[in-house]
């Protein structure tokens, strides 16, 4: 039998994997460099790539339903998209 994953599924995954990728070649380059101020760069700018991610991989998933979802649901996710990103950012 034949399981068909949809376009934006497999997409969202993806994302997800290179960001797990990407976070662990952080790990790495953490250890190889051994240092606290080096360690706390690459940490900062993990917290720029995390967000991004979050915001595509969910631009591929409304994509991705963009036929079966109302206008006002749409209006619904990007709030709390925007409410997860304020409540998350540094300051």
Do not use: H, Q
């Not at 595509?56 to 990007?78: H, Y």
């Amino acid at each position: 039998m034949f399981v068909l994953l949809e376009k934006a599924v497999i997409g969202m995954a993806l994302l997800r994997i290179l960001s797990g990728s990407i976070e662990i070649f952080a790990a790495c380059l953490m250890i190889r460099f051994n240092e606290i101020e080096k360690a706390l760069i690459i940490n900062s700018s993990l917290a720029l790539i995390g967000p991004i991610i979050l915001i595509v991989s969910t631009a591929v998933g409304l994509f991705g339903m963009a036929d079966s979802i109302s206008f006002g649901k749409f209006i619904w996710i990007f709030i709390g998209v925007a409410c997860i990103l304020y409540g998350v950012r540094s300051g």
